[in-house]
């Protein structure tokens, strides 16, 4: 009699084991978004969202939690259930540059996080003023060698992706440039745009409008291969430095513990939605790319991201704070 029972009470543990994630979702959908509405992280969220809810079948809500460099959001959704119904929209500061830069985290970024699929990745680009002379990286990298310490750039703060990229491309050229943090974006190009800043590094999304119309001319891509919509800016391989790169990218995550049938029906949706030319096409004119990659790609793809920066951060000195 005990014998039958158990071997009834374990058909129904298996069978309610391969039922649940059939039934999934059962509610609505929480998408945590560390940027504030109109963010670029923002944007990205509701673009993705809506196509989301209608492959699932249920609302995908956004929840803006910027500011803290990120923290709070990552923070929160590093604590949400493991239970598939909340998401998180990281990116390379949530998961690369803040264990870089900060000693104590209240998130760990390789262990509360199960990576589903990378968004998208973008690489920034390097600009000068129409003022400046050089027009190709070495011609830059010369006129710096020049005039040491005398050619500034801008950046969002030390430990910046701009900031950062420059270290390296300082570290393989032997050139000087002087640093000059700014605190947002948008000044950073209005000095760029202006005159009163000669270099900048940016993304496409920012600075591409301003160097179609001659505001800013555009000399080098930070990445392997050149952007789709401005193939004619080399890349810096192609200028004579090889293996620097400077990734933005973002990804969806959800909290570790979540059960592999959910993450895999959440990438199998967001490999069909990164297929549609009405997600690929606005991504690509931002001089992007879509992404869809495997869980396991994309937790490699971190890896490799992590990496990079660490090597960077050490070429800089950057020790965290």
């Avoid at 000068?128 to 027009?135: I, L, W």
């Avoid at 900048?200 to 160097?211: K, N, P, R, T, Y």
């Avoid at 891509?221 to 973002?250: H, K």
């Avoid at 030319?277 to 606005?282: A, H, L, Y």
Wanted: charged share 15%; with cysteine.
């Amino acid at each position: 009699m005990n014998l039958r029972f158990w071997a009834g009470f374990v058909c129904l543990v298996l069978v309610a084991f391969h039922a649940w994630p059939q039934s999934y979702p059962a509610k609505p959908l929480r998408l945590i978004v560390a940027d504030g509405p109109g963010g670029s992280s923002d944007l990205r969220a509701r673009q993705v969202a809506p196509k989301l809810a209608e492959a699932l079948g249920q609302p995908v809500v956004i929840d803006n939690r910027p500011g803290g460099s990120m923290i709070i959001a990552a923070e929160m959704a590093a604590r949400a259930p493991a239970d598939g119904y909340t998401l998180f929209l990281g990116n390379v500061v949530t998961h690369s540059l803040n264990p870089l830069l900060f000693k104590s985290l209240p998130y760990r970024a390789d262990q509360d996080f199960v990576p589903v699929t990378l968004v998208t990745i973008g690489a920034l680009v390097v600009v000068v003023n129409p003022q400046v002379s050089a027009a190709t990286l070495p011609e830059l990298v010369a006129l710096a060698k020049a005039r040491p310490d005398q050619i500034q750039y801008g950046g969002i703060g030390r430990g910046s992706p701009q900031h950062l990229v420059m270290e390296q491309l300082k570290a393989a050229t032997g050139a000087q440039f002087m640093f000059v943090p700014y605190k947002s974006v948008s000044t950073s190009v209005q000095d760029l745009v202006g005159g009163h800043m000669p270099v900048g590094l940016q993304f496409w999304s920012v600075i591409g409008g301003m160097v179609k119309s001659g505001k800013l001319r555009a000399i080098a891509v930070a990445a392997p291969r050149r952007l789709e919509v401005a193939p004619n800016i080399p890349t810096f391989a192609e200028s004579g430095v090889p293996d620097v790169v400077g990734y933005g990218w973002q990804g969806i995550f959800v909290p570790a513990g979540t059960p592999a049938p959910i993450v895999a029906r959440l990438h199998a949706d967001l490999a069909r939605i990164f297929q549609l030319q009405e997600i690929r096409n606005p991504i690509i004119e931002t001089g992007a790319e879509a992404g869809g990659n495997t869980p396991a790609e994309f937790a490699s793809f971190i890896r490799a991201d992590q990496e990079r920066w660490k090597k960077a951060a050490d070429l800089a000195g950057l020790l965290p704070e």
